[in-house]
């Protein structure tokens, strides 16, 4: 039999291979009525793909912590250097240290794996990581990662925030049996909901221990979507101006128009010296961040972008995104489609079609509009929902054909 897909003994023709080389045809692989919803994925900025391709062929590799550098640095790490101390005046600390990393992920495996060192534990076993249900699965890993097997789920509000009385009670309660350190994981933005956690009262809480106490805490703000959300429709403040948060992560490649792969992890000046690795073949630097080799592109990608975009330019198009799902809601109300739950300062919606006897979308909706569905709480009985994310590539006529859709659906339940 024939082997398929080996690598060919001889190197074949640009003309042969001009078909994957141009996406055209093969990129409307889901077929052409596709309408993108349920994920925070959009086509990158024009000014972010022509830096890009601007950059890609010097193909730099950023290895390393730059925010901290005081020598004479290149273009990619300047930009990484100053976008570092941009996105720390945004979130209240300008003295931040961080990088770009690959996305939340790595952001949040950052500020686990520095937080466990941070509260200098004998052993993973004495640490405590708290958080919620609805905080994203990428925080298992960092603890799977760093050998942390104390992780626990604190409820969730009706709101779908982190219910203050229960973090109160499971801190005491894990104190009462011995434990003295904690990780408390923050999200602004869950991924399911778009609701955030009170970053204000879990420092309140966290600073009424410390005082009191000899027990530690580490806290992380998970604001991969919500840190280019927040910042732009809502006045409080969920960051470095909370003096018990240690670290954040936000993802460029999700709400701020760049390409994957960029997130980037901001951390407190200094912080990184826990996880420090000399690099033993280059004389100059300790490695200060998890993966070594890093596309240099993707600092001046984010770089030039947001400061072609602007605070007011991220305001606009944010408000447009927001009136945009402000359209949706109206259509659902109006329909009775759906249980809507959302944080009406946001472009992010969770929908429970209760006209559906088990809420289940017929696999053909799910597959037209890129819908995945997951379980909730809501009142005491679990609920099947969907996500939405309101992206700069939708129009109020692709709003209309999921209402169409809908209603068609509803006809024959
Ligand atoms: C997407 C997401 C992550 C993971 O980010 P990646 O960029 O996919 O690694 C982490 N946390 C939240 C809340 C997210 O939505």
Redesign the pocket.
């Known amino acids: 039999m024939e082997k398929k897909n080996v690598l060919p003994e001889q190197g074949k023709s640009k003309l042969e291979l001009k078909r994957y080389m141009e996406p055209g045809e093969n990129y409307k692989s889901e077929g052409e009525d596709v309408i993108f919803l349920g994920y925070p994925q959009t086509t990158p900025h024009p000014i972010a793909i022509e830096t890009y391709i601007n950059y890609i062929k010097y193909n730099e590799n950023q290895v390393g912590l730059f925010s901290n550098s005081t020598a004479k640095l290149n273009m990619t790490r300047d930009c990484e250097k100053r976008l570092i101390e941009m996105l720390g005046n945004l979130y209240g600390d300008a003295t931040v240290d961080g990088y770009v990393t690959s996305?939340?992920?790595?952001g949040?495996i950052m500020g686990v794996w520095i937080g466990k060192y941070y509260l200098s534990a004998s052993s993973s076993d004495e640490i405590c990581v708290i958080k919620t249900y609805l905080s994203?699965h990428?925080i298992e890993k960092a603890c799977s990662l760093t050998g942390i097997k104390n992780i626990v789920d604190v409820a969730y509000n009706d709101s779908y925030e982190m219910d203050l009385a229960d973090l109160r009670n499971t801190i005491s309660r894990f104190v009462d049996s011995g434990f003295k350190r904690f990780i408390i994981i923050a999200?602004v933005?869950?991924?399911m909901t778009g609701t955030s956690d009170p970053v204000a009262d879990i420092d309140q809480i966290i600073e009424e221990w410390s005082t009191n106490s000899d027990v530690k805490f580490y806290l992380h703000v998970?604001a991969?979507?919500g840190g280019f959300v927040y910042p732009f429709c809502k006045k409080e403040d969920f960051a470095f101006q909370y003096k018990n948060v240690m670290s954040l992560t936000v993802?460029p490649?999700?709400m701020a128009y760049i390409p994957y792969s960029s997130?980037i992890f901001l951390c407190r000046k200094g912080l990184t010296d826990y996880i420090a690795v000399p690099i033993k073949y280059a004389k100059t630097i300790l490695d200060r961040t998890l993966i070594s080799s890093r596309n240099g592109a993707m600092g001046v990608v984010c770089w030039v972008t947001f400061n072609h975009i602007g605070y007011q330019g991220f305001v606009e198009q944010l408000s447009k995104l927001i009136q945009m799902k402000e359209y949706l809601v109206e259509k659902l109300r109006k329909e009775k489609l759906a249980i809507i739950i959302s944080d009406p300062a946001t472009n992010m919606i969770c929908l429970h079609y209760d006209f559906l006897s088990d809420g289940l979308l017929p696999e053909t909706i799910e597959k037209k509009y890129i819908l995945d569905a997951f379980k909730l709480r809501y009142k005491e009985k679990e609920i099947v929902c969907y996500k939405i994310y309101i992206m700069p590539h939708l129009t109020k006529e692709s709003i209309r054909f999921l209402i169409d859709d809908l209603l068609k659906l509803k006809q024959i339940c």
Do not use: P, R, V
């Open positions: 996305g939340g992920t790595e949040n994203h990428s999200t933005g869950y991924t998970d991969a979507i993802d490649h999700k997130g």
